[in-house]
């Protein structure tokens, strides 16, 4: 079954500091995309980051960046210099199957300490 | 542009009544995707149509069901409601199938007494 595993349910930063989040996925396909989504509270799903697999370099946009690691079915986000508009649900989601269904994880609250 | 809209936001509704949602997606979208999310199960997805044609669907009973319309809008119904279909409903637009950006809409929150 193809999976997407999120092991940290809640994580919680200073203000300013770096922060990782992890996602672990299982598929036998070679073609899929992945993607890291923010859900702020009472406010929208947006889209973070995204990564496609046959890319070997990690992607980065401004304070969010990706550790991909395809051997490892690994896709890590890291936020730098965190912020308080940080604050939010995370949601790690792959898109892996020949009808490019998106695969959801369970999500990671991150939480900002000021 | 404006964004994803979404029709009710907020919804309350009985065991066994039924209820109609309604997205309209970015102009230009063709591709309308459903989710529900609870709190114990996360998002799942429910399905996705493209040009008016079902494309994909989730693993969810036939009381589930939607449409999309020429212009993209679509519309998901659920019949015989049940108090475990209580959840936060989002719809996402997509200019083609869902493997790139998909761009949420606020949701509809339907609670079922």
């Known amino acids: 079954a193809q999976t997407v595993t999120q092991s940290q349910p809640e994580m919680s930063v200073q203000e300013a500091e770096t922060v990782t989040l992890s996602c672990t996925y299982d598929t036998s396909e070679s073609d899929y995309y992945l993607f890291w989504y923010k859900q702020p509270p009472s406010r929208q799903m947006i889209l973070v980051i995204r990564q496609e697999a046959y890319k070997q370099q990690n992607a980065t946009e401004n304070r969010f960046s990706v550790n991909f690691q395809k051997a490892a079915k690994s896709f890590s986000l890291k936020i730098s210099d965190s912020q308080l508009g940080d604050a939010a649900m995370y949601f790690c989601a792959c898109s892996m199957d020949s009808n490019y269904q998106l695969i959801w994880g369970a999500g990671t609250k991150l939480i900002i300490k000021p | 542009k404006a964004g994803v809209t979404q029709t009710p936001r907020y919804l309350i509704k009985t065991r066994g009544q039924q209820v109609t949602l309604s997205c309209s997606p970015i102009?230009?979208?063709?591709?309308v995707s459903w989710y529900q999310q609870t709190p114990g199960q996360g998002l799942q997805f429910l399905f996705e149509?493209?040009?008016?044609?079902?494309?994909n669907k989730g693993n969810f009973p036939g009381r589930f069901s939607g449409r999309q319309f020429s212009n993209s809008r679509s519309e998901m119904n659920v019949s015989t409601l049940e108090l475990g279909d209580s959840a936060l409903y989002l719809c996402?637009?997509?200019?083609?199938?869902?493997?790139?950006?998909?761009?949420f809409g606020p949701g509809t929150r339907l609670t079922v007494l």
């Open positions: 149509y493209f040009s008016e044609t079902q494309r």
């Open positions: 102009s230009g979208h063709r591709s």
């Open positions: 996402a637009s997509s200019w083609g199938l869902a493997r790139g950006e998909q761009f």
